[in-house]
């Protein structure tokens, strides 16, 4: 039975206690009950975890559930500050599970590891929700945020640090010049990085001008004068923000990016991914992701227990959100094309039966993409 302590009482030696209740990477398990389409789950977490499945399936209401119950750990549930979090606002109704034949209670409720996190509410349009049963205070969800960078945002010039939360907001608003003033390292090292993937960057400086705010400068080695963040291509901007995002010490340990393959190249998704692999091990955060762009699950080494994918769906004979993790053991491994291209060049007389072993017995890497593509791990529409 887990122990329960005060943080003020904790000494050097108790941050093992710590790693060894909310997991080495923050959490391990979370369950959610009666959120939006979320009916009863309970997700099995990495540290670094991707949602990939079909358009309205549920995946970014899992994201909002792990902001939502961040909320609700700080006591912070009014409508106000649920956009800030990347929490899309609606009626306290529509926030809780309406399918037909399901009875639901007006009330929310959160598993984080051992921790319980009841929310409720009273039925009117737009109350705030209100805390009905918490079991401890403490919790590295308090402050999740979900990241959806506005490429329109990604363009603005900042004037000032004006957010009192965090200089980089939920939806692309980037506050460069505390950014760079605070972490003067990240200009060298974002520079080291946009030129890993774009091989025309040459330079990159900001400037602060009083009556303009912050402006980010990149280098065109084709062109002669410097391109303003309001001139530079979405990807450049967008990976630029993951960035820091990743590398900023104001950060959160733990948030996600919802659709993060926006305005992006397949092949950069997959580098990209590795990248956040690596610096969530490096920085010391744990991560969840939503995707479209299959290329990115073949950024992910199933082979190590961190990183995890999981599939989102809605059957059509319940419609809530469910959702089933890809291990290791699960994941296709043989191509047809490459096992019967084997076949049929090793000039050997196979009968139906000795085809099929063959599919059986392949080892042959199947790429994670290939198999979405093809339907073999699911997460496709079937209407269509």
């Keep these: 039975m887990q122990t329960f302590f005060r943080l003020k009482d904790l000494h050097k030696n108790s941050i093992i206690v710590l790693n060894t209740f909310f997991g080495a990477y923050g959490m391990r398990k979370f369950t959610i009950k009666n959120y939006k389409s979320i009916v009863d ?223 992006l190249n397949p092949k950069l998704c997959r580098h990209l991914i590795k990248d956040l692999c690596d610096f969530s091990k490096t920085q010391d955060k744990q991560i969840f992701i939503t995707i479209s762009n299959p290329g990115i699950l073949d950024g992910i080494n199933l082979g190590d227990d961190e990183q995890r994918i999981f599939i989102v769906s809605r059957e059509d004979d319940i419609g809530y959100t469910q959702v089933r993790q890809l291990s290791a053991k699960n994941k296709p491994c043989s191509s047809i094309i490459g096992t019967l291209n084997r076949i049929l060049l090793d000039g050997k007389m196979y009968s139906k039966q000795d085809v099929l072993n063959n599919f059986e017995q392949s080892d042959e890497p199947l790429k994670l993409s290939e198999a979405f593509l093809r339907g073999y791990i699911g997460g496709l529409p079937k209407t269509f």
């Design 41 to 263: 789950l309970t997700l099995d977490i990495g540290r670094m975890n991707i949602f990939i499945g079909e358009n309205g399936s549920g995946k970014t209401n899992i994201l909002e559930a792990f902001a939502f119950a961040g909320l609700g750990m700080k006591n912070y549930l009014h409508n106000e500050i649920y956009p800030n979090r990347g929490i899309n606002v609606t009626s306290s109704k529509l926030m809780i599970n309406n399918f037909k034949g399901i009875k639901s209670p007006n009330n929310i409720h959160f598993v984080m590891d051992s921790i319980e996190l009841s929310l409720c509410h009273d039925g009117s349009p737009w109350n705030n929700w209100k805390v009905l049963k918490k079991t401890y205070e403490y919790s590295p969800i308090k402050e999740f945020v979900v990241f959806l960078p506005e490429l329109k945002n990604l363009r603005k010039i900042q004037t000032s640090c004006w957010s009192n939360y965090s200089p980089l907001i939920s939806k692309g608003e980037m506050d460069l010049r505390y950014i760079f003033e605070t972490q003067p390292e990240l200009l060298k090292s974002l520079l080291m990085y946009l030129q890993k993937y774009f091989n025309w960057v040459s330079d990159l400086k900001f400037e602060y001008l009083s009556y303009e705010g912050t402006k980010l400068y990149i280098k065109d080695i084709h062109i002669e004068p410097y391109l303003d963040q309001s001139q530079l291509p979405e990807s450049v901007l967008r990976v630029i923000f993951y960035y820091l995002v990743m590398h900023l010490k104001s950060m959160p340990k733990m948030f996600a990016f919802d659709n993060i393959d926006i305005g």
